[in-house]
């Protein structure tokens, strides 16, 4: 999630303090994504010192205002234009739980993917539950949030969809390798060889 450009965009609507920027990023995408004061002033901070904002000092009640310079407009339209670069993936704590799962001894790996689907199919619910809530209200000023919340409920069922190739991917390989014949060891050949020989021995005994 870009903060930077969020906050920037947010600025060329109007100029706004801290507490606003937060407030008004949370309104428009659900509180989905929430924001910590701390990293709002801080990256505030990082804009101002990169020309991109500019502070316009205190409203007289306390709060410092800031400003979107002519370069930070620039900034904003070229954030728009451009595609979000999916060259380098966003780290998916998901799936490298179950790569991890599935190379490592001991793991349960079918109960790792059954545990997930469920707490993904509760979330889809709610997410549906709630779209479905949002959109009886039919209001203009919903349609941010209803984006959004598409977005999780196919982000979501992709990740379902997934989980269900996992498992059968499991079920695959459980079967291949039950079904393939057993290699000897050591251990065993010598222990036929021993069973020969002793047979050998006494096989002609009364």
């Given at each position: 999630?870009?903060?930077r450009?969020?906050l920037?965009?947010?600025?060329?609507?109007?100029s706004?303090?801290?507490y606003?920027?937060r407030a008004?990023?949370?309104?428009?995408?659900?509180?989905?994504?929430?924001?910590?004061?701390?990293q709002?002033?801080?990256?505030?901070?990082?804009l101002?010192?990169?020309?991109l904002?500019?502070?316009?000092?205190?409203?007289?009640?306390?709060h410092v205002?800031?400003?979107?310079?002519?370069?930070?407009?620039?900034?904003?339209?070229?954030?728009?234009?451009?595609?979000?670069?999916?060259?380098n993936?966003?780290?998916n704590?998901?799936?490298?739980?179950?790569?991890?799962?599935v190379?490592l001894p001991?793991?349960?790996?079918?109960?790792?993917?059954?545990?997930?689907?469920?707490?993904?199919?509760?979330?889809?619910?709610?997410?549906?539950?709630?779209?479905?809530?949002?959109?009886?209200?039919?209001r203009p000023?919903?349609?941010?949030?209803?984006?959004?919340?598409?977005?999780?409920?196919?982000?979501?069922?992709?990740?379902?969809?997934?989980?269900?190739?996992c498992?059968?991917?499991?079920?695959?390989?459980?079967?291949?390798?039950?079904?393939?014949?057993?290699?000897?060891?050591?251990?065993?050949?010598?222990?036929?060889?021993?069973?020969?020989?002793?047979?050998?021995?006494?096989?002609?005994?009364?």
């Amino acid at each position: 999630m870009s903060v930077r450009h969020s906050l920037l965009a947010l600025l060329k609507e109007q100029s706004r303090y801290g507490y606003q920027l937060r407030a008004e990023f949370e309104q428009r995408t659900g509180s989905t994504w929430p924001l910590n004061i701390g990293q709002v002033y801080t990256t505030l901070d990082r804009l101002e010192r990169d020309g991109l904002v500019t502070n316009d000092g205190d409203d007289g009640n306390g709060h410092v205002i800031y400003r979107l310079t002519a370069e930070g407009a620039e900034e904003v339209r070229n954030w728009f234009a451009k595609p979000v670069a999916a060259t380098n993936p966003p780290r998916n704590e998901l799936a490298i739980k179950l790569a991890l799962a599935v190379t490592l001894p001991g793991v349960d790996v079918q109960a790792v993917i059954q545990a997930q689907r469920a707490a993904s199919m509760r979330s889809l619910q709610d997410y549906t539950k709630a779209r479905r809530t949002t959109a009886a209200h039919d209001r203009p000023e919903d349609t941010a949030w209803l984006l959004v919340l598409d977005s999780l409920i196919y982000s979501t069922e992709a990740e379902v969809r997934w989980l269900d190739h996992c498992e059968s991917r499991m079920l695959q390989l459980s079967a291949q390798n039950a079904a393939r014949p057993r290699t000897r060891s050591v251990g065993d050949s010598a222990s036929g060889a021993a069973a020969e020989k002793n047979l050998h021995i006494h096989g002609g005994r009364k």
